[in-house]
């Protein structure tokens, strides 16, 4: 097996975050092109889906089955978001490799997404790791807690962020692998992030978060990837054409841009393993699934530089 250097993880959120914010449910059949075509581009984590009850997120509701099919495609880390333990049990049954639970920062962003006070949040989070303790190691999933409106909600306002790192420091005690900082309402900017971020590392350990979430809500998504980038954070979360945003969260419209990310990193000369043209082709077929949908981003607009070429040739170089 041939070993490619990456310097960036990207992982793309598009399939869960991006398509449950759009009215239009896209057949399982093309979601599973569109993963497998990103994979052949390069990426190697896809959120693919949503352990929730269907009457709430109907645009999710095949995410067994699209585990299943993601499952034939070596070497990618299936990505799963669940709201609580029953949401773990389903994704730990399809075989995910990584689960992440939202954890509002925003109590009333909390009780409002899913009714559950901060120590009500801490309690299932807890059965949660004593769950997993019970899985055997092959078909464990890491745990990740995303603390999500750490930047700020839409109903709180600012979001204290000594609450942020309190919290943080309460869910890695309880014993989940790691937490990510979500900016569910593109509210953040650099400077917090670079204090946020800090300030976690400090009080749990740079080794307990590796990867932030960002959204472009404010046009402040690259600035804070760079900043993410800067600090050492080595997994971004991205939505391809940025369709996406949070249903709990008015104003919310879309992820950072996956291809506009991955030629910013690249064009840095940082390693993605990802070939921006090719994303550029999935990017079409994702689009003529959801015709009627908006998809965001510059460089699908104004093409690639003349003379750009990535540091390498996708599928060929890649793990497995
Ligand atoms: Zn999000």
């Known amino acids: 097996m041939k070993t490619q250097t990456i310097d960036i993880r990207i992982s793309e959120v598009g399939p869960r975050d991006g398509l449950q914010s759009i009215d239009t449910i896209m057949p399982t059949a093309d979601k599973c092109a569109w993963i497998e075509t990103q994979f052949d581009a390069g990426t190697r984590e896809i959120e693919v889906g949503s352990f929730v009850p269907p009457r709430l997120l109907p645009q999710l509701a095949d995410t067994a089955e699209v585990v299943a099919f993601s499952r034939k495609l070596k070497g990618l880390v299936i990505a799963v978001l669940v709201p609580n333990l029953k949401g773990l049990q389903n994704a730990v049954d399809a075989g995910a490799h990584k689960v992440s639970i939202p954890f509002s920062m925003s109590e009333s962003h909390s009780l409002k997404n899913v009714r559950k006070t901060h120590a009500q949040m801490l309690e299932e989070i807890g059965r949660c790791v004593s769950?997993?303790?019970?899985?055997?190691?092959?078909?464990?999933?890491?745990?990740?807690?995303?603390?999500?409106?750490?930047?700020?909600?839409?109903?709180?306002?600012?979001?204290?962020?000594?609450?942020?790192?309190?919290?943080?420091?309460?869910?890695?005690?309880?014993?989940?692998?790691?937490?990510?900082?979500?900016?569910?309402?593109?509210?953040g900017n650099p400077a917090q992030l670079k204090r946020l971020t800090q300030e976690i590392w400090?009080?749990?350990?740079?080794?307990?978060?590796?990867?932030?979430?960002?959204?472009?809500?404010?046009?402040?998504?690259?600035?804070?990837?760079?900043?993410?980038?800067?600090?050492?954070?080595?997994?971004?979360?991205?939505?391809?054409?940025?369709?996406?945003?949070?249903?709990?969260?008015?104003?919310?419209?879309?992820?950072?841009?996956?291809?506009?990310?991955?030629?910013?990193?690249?064009?840095?000369?940082?390693?993605?393993?990802?070939?921006?043209?090719?994303?550029?082709?999935?990017?079409?077929?994702?689009?003529?699934?959801?015709?009627?949908?908006?998809?965001?981003?510059?460089?699908?607009?104004?093409?690639?530089?003349?003379?750009?070429?990535?540091?390498?040739?996708?599928?060929?170089?890649?793990?497995?």
């Not at 600012?158 to 593109?186: Q, W």
């Not at 472009?216 to 600090?231: S, Y």
């Not at 391809?240 to 879309?254: H, R, V």
């Open 131 to 187: 769950y997993l303790g019970g899985v055997p190691r092959e078909r464990r999933p890491t745990l990740e807690v995303g603390l999500s409106t750490a930047f700020g909600c839409t109903i709180e306002g600012p979001v204290p962020e000594d609450r942020v790192i309190r919290m943080a420091e309460k869910v890695i005690e309880l014993g989940v692998d790691e937490v990510g900082l979500s900016d569910t309402t593109g509210y």
């Open 202 to 320: 400090n009080h749990c350990g740079r080794e307990r978060m590796t990867g932030v979430h960002l959204h472009n809500t404010r046009g402040q998504g690259l600035a804070n990837a760079l900043m993410a980038v800067e600090l050492g954070i080595t997994t971004l979360d991205a939505s391809l054409g940025g369709i996406g945003g949070c249903p709990y969260a008015p104003g919310a419209s879309g992820n950072i841009v996956t291809e506009d990310l991955v030629w910013m990193l690249e064009a840095m000369g940082l390693r993605t393993g990802i070939d921006v043209e090719q994303l550029l082709e999935v990017r079409r077929q994702v689009q003529a699934s959801v015709p009627n949908e908006t998809m965001y981003g510059f460089l699908a607009d104004a093409g690639l530089p003349k003379g750009f070429a990535s540091h390498q040739g996708g599928r060929i170089q890649q793990n497995g």
